[in-house]
């Protein structure tokens, strides 16, 4: 379904922003159900919070991506394990490529839990690789001073060879695509950036992509998970919430970099915009 507006009477475009996410919001709160819209609160008349101004809903505009159902339906895969494979290796365009969807939960929730056990080995022995190095550079006394320390390098190391890993494959994959050449190639028709926006939003996902995202989303709330169990300790008898000696000093600004950071990778992927997210990502992997 295609949704023709004429946006030369609307507010800004950067307003529009504001009051697509407000209504988003909103909607997910079920509060239109109880209060109705929102702009009812601002008045009517000429100003932006007319509700003439609303735009229709985004997703009203957006291709349906194939479900596991569906596909199973319609596929003539002889077991599930194949089935499950084609699915979420071989088809385009699948729920897969929406964070937000159960599938993908699914699948995120076991990456999860995966990337967390993988940690759990890799990172003491990261920690232990700095601790021998320390005390060889140092002796036993800056050991014991620097415990922290040696438990960040352990931390910071994993984070180096994640991101170089991911780095790599997303430079290895994105150097075949039409917006990272200068020029077309022959039987292209266009080349570069502008090609990021080609077809939008009825692009296909490719399953490379799909993973690339799923993969990328799994670190992200990893991270924030991690930031939140590193830093505060519950006591259930009387319940509270407290800091853990083990607490950052940075863990406000780090909470709200994770909060942002995934509120845009879900964003991203929610709204079919995985093609410029997936740059932003590759920028900052190499960066860090």
Known sequence: MTVDVD????????VLMVFEFTDQLWNLLYFEK???????????????FDPKFKCPPVMDSMPDLLSYQDYASQSSDTSLLTSLYNYGFKTNSTKLGDVTSYESMIVLLVLIIALRLFKMMVVPQFSSLGRMLGRREHGLEWEKENQIRIVKFGE????????FAIATYSILYFAKEPW????????EEEAG??????NFPNDDIEPKMI??????????LDAMISLVVL???VQTRPFQIRWS?????????????HLVTNALVVGSSKYRLTRVGSMVFMVHDISD
């Open 180 to 187: 990272w050449k200068q020029q077309p190639y022959s039987g």
């Open 211 to 220: 993973w690339y995202y799923l993969i990328q989303c799994a670190y992200n």
């Open 231 to 233: 830093s505060c300790t």
């Open 34 to 48: 109880f209060f109705g819209d929102w702009r009812s609160f601002f008045g009517s008349g000429n100003s932006w």
């Open 156 to 163: 910071y190391v994993f984070r180096l060879c994640f991101h």
């Open 245 to 257: 000696e083990t607490v950052r000093g940075d863990f406000r600004e780090m909470l709200v970099h």
């Open 7 to 14: 946006f030369s009477i609307y507010p800004p475009g950067l």
């Open 193 to 198: 950036t502008k090609t990021l926006w080609s």
